[in-house]
């Protein structure tokens, strides 16, 4: 029988980290040259918040009112963002991404940071498993939110 998919197996675990005193453009460059869409954002090996293309279409946005801001990451991330941890479920992570605009979480180990699972990550666990259905022993209902469950139903 397969395991429950959980999110150590399916997670980024090299990460492209920010800092959050780093100058927003340059934070900015970082993400586009590693083709990242966002990025944790440690001090001293402690997450602080998380950084996203959205964050970073603020200060573009704010062009349209004055000259484009400069800034610092703090100035634009999200502090104290939701994370999971690598024992987690991947059904558990597929129902925070439906119900949240998150496209990535932080994937926490105690106080560490030791991944990131981000949607394509769930997308590609639900394809592996899919392609292996017999023996599965997790696709009984019970590992599925009432709430997930009627988001499928629709």
Not at 112 to 139: C, F, M, N, T
């Amino acid at each position: 029988m397969s395991k429950i998919p959980i999110v150590e197996d399916f997670m980024t675990k090299e990460l492209v980290t920010l800092k959050p005193d780093m100058d927003i453009y340059d934070a900015m460059l970082k993400m586009m040259k590693h083709d990242v869409s966002g990025a944790p954002v440690v001090e001293e090996d402690t997450l602080v918040g998380m950084l996203s293309e959205k964050d970073c279409m603020s200060l573009f946005a704010a062009a349209a009112y004055s000259n484009l801001p400069r800034g610092t990451v703090a100035e634009y991330m999200v502090m104290h963002p939701e994370t999971v941890g690598p024992k987690a479920d991947l059904f558990m992570v597929a129902g925070i991404f439906m119900h949240r605009p998150y496209r990535r979480l932080p994937v926490m180990d105690q106080e560490k940071l030791v991944g990131i699972v981000s949607r394509p990550d769930v997308l590609k666990a639900s394809l592996e498993y899919w392609q292996h259905p017999e023996g599965r022993d997790w696709s009984d209902s019970k590992y599925l939110s009432p709430e997930l469950k009627a988001m499928l139903k629709r």
